[in-house]
């Protein structure tokens, strides 16, 4: 066999089984080293590949693909500072548990570390970020190598969607000539099912660990259920067969997905971060235990009110492994299917008190009231209640981090239409948000991103994907000029270097921007006017950018005198 016969078979073997596995997206950028996966992936008739030229937004793109399919995307670029440009990616992927199976291209090892052009060091490149990391083995077909490279992608696969999901990184040296020969017989194999079988089963809880958790919580009538981001839709099945059994409020953060659907919600709490915020409202509603599921919320009064109640049982769900815990607090770390403990625990004869659990329930509906009515002036907390009013069933609301996350949390009222709420809260980076939100619509899903001006700014690369596959993605940009969260942290007090160093105004005219990318755009002047425009947008596809321009000081502001009120009702309740 010649140079080209062992690369062609080795790499047509390699990408045969990850399709074998279940990969059916591969998203790549361009470059000559990775020549061989590419024009192999693009050769495949079982995988569709996405071309996205940078490597940055090509990351996201396909972690937010991988969200929304979730399942394993592949992700393949070429030698040098184009696989450095995935680090950020990866890195919200190991933290917010996204399976994504990263290829990089590498020069030989001749070529290594003596002045080559576009050589650098990749091995382990991404360090703890990734779940497993391979130097692949110089191209050969001998039989021996193809059970090797078949054996190597069925594991990659395994590896990035078992357990706790995250990214794995293999690094495929290539040397030249660079292309296969696709008329060579046999490239791929004819067999259905994949090189390796794994079975990976659900951790359980045993009956002596379930008898250890319920005697701490005998006698104890006011627990809290609070659940935290994450991605499982049927979760709330489960959950809510708890809670009703037990008649234990739900604290659900907005990326739990147990605030929309037609599940029953009566106790569900989706207002707990208005409620939480106040100090004294926090010193009137203590706990006996709290068991949480998800990462750890969104929330900040949330942190406060569990760092208050350091004593009580505390309580964490994991589903395989991990320490999701900050705040220090005394917890018990419980590794088992999440369902499962719902379901084993259900059958105990728990009951909180019903004053307790009635005190949760009328506490929310006075933050659900305080939000019904829309004020007349363009807020960026109502900008949230518009658009969940005008999304259809079936619909992802991708939320940009900073203020997005945080409004969503507030205004993101319960609701029957089955909406999905995503956002990178691994690392909570502002970059890479554009990509991800477009990543989440490229199977056709109807997609609002919520964003800053800043994190839009961050990744306005993003647009260029969506443009070239014509996928549709509606933009709403919150446009305050700068960091709008830095207004309500206590360096604002201090005027002498807050505009320039955290204010940070841009002053961009993003009409341009979206006009260079093929999109449609909008400067929002009422709520009449951005609803028109969402319609608009969900009936015409394309890019729509719907520009909504607030004021950083009157937001913080305006948040903080409806913060006041829902604190007062809550007060007089409280009595
Ligand atoms: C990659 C990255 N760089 C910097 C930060 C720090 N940071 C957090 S929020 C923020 C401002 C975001 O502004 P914008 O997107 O306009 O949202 P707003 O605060 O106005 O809601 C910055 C710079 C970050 N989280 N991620």
Known sequence: MNHTEHLTYYVANFVDELVKCGIEDVVISPGSRSTPLA?????????????????RSAAFFALGMAK???????????????????????????????????????????????GAPQAI?????????????????????????????????????????????????????FREPLVPDFTLPDLWQDSISGYHSYYPGNKVVSNVQVEAIIEQLENKKKG???????????????????????????????????????????????????????????????PDFIIRFGAMP?????????????????????????HREPTMTKTQFVYCDPHEFCHRFANYPMQMEQSWTSLWVTMNEIVRKQWENVSPTLTEGHAVTIMQRAMDNDHILFTGNSMPVRDVDTFFMSTNKDIKVFGNRGANGIDGIVSTAIGTASHGRKVTLLIGDLSFYHDLNGLLVANQYNIDITVVLINNNGGGIFSFLPQAEDKSHFEVLFGTPLNLSFEKVVDMYGGHYANITSWEHFEKELKLAYQTGGIHVLEI??????????????????????VTLLG
């Open 39 to 55: 024009l192999t992936f693009a050769e495949h008739s079982k995988i569709q590949h996405w071309v996205n030229l940078d490597e």
């Open 68 to 114: 929304e399919q979730q399942k394993a995307v592949a992700i393949l670029c070429t030698s040098g500072t184009a696989a450095a440009n995935y680090y950020p990616a990866i890195v919200e992927a190991h933290l917010s548990q996204v399976p994504l199976v990263v290829l990089t291209a590498d020069r030989p090892q001749e070529l290594r570390d003596v």
């Open 121 to 173: 060091d990749q091995i382990k490149m991404y360090g703890s970020f990734v779940k497993w990391y391979h130097e692949m083995a110089m191209p050969e077909a001998e039989n021996q190598m193809l059970s090797y490279v078949r054996s190597i992608a069925a594991r990659a696969v395994f590896e990035a969607e078992n357990q706790n999901a995250g990214p794995v990184h293999l690094n495929f040296p």
């Open 224 to 286: 809290l259920i609070i659940c935290g981001p994450q991605m499982d839709p049927t979760f709330r099945d489960s959950i809510f067969l708890l809670a009703s059994k037990w008649n234990i409020p739900v604290l659900a953060d907005p990326l739990s997905q147990l605030r929309a659907g037609e599940h029953d919600k009566s106790l569900l709490i989706e207002g707990y971060d208005s409620i939480l915020k106040s100090k004294k409202v926090r010193d009137k509603v203590k």
């Open 298 to 322: 969104v929330s900040k009064p949330y942190l406060f009110f569990l760092k208050e109640n350091r004593g009580v049982p505390h309580f964490v769900i994991e589903p395989d492994a991990g």
């Open 549 to 570: 321009n607030t004021n950083r000081d009157e937001n913080v502001i305006w948040h903080r005198e409806e913060w006041a009120i829902i604190e007062q009702n809550i």
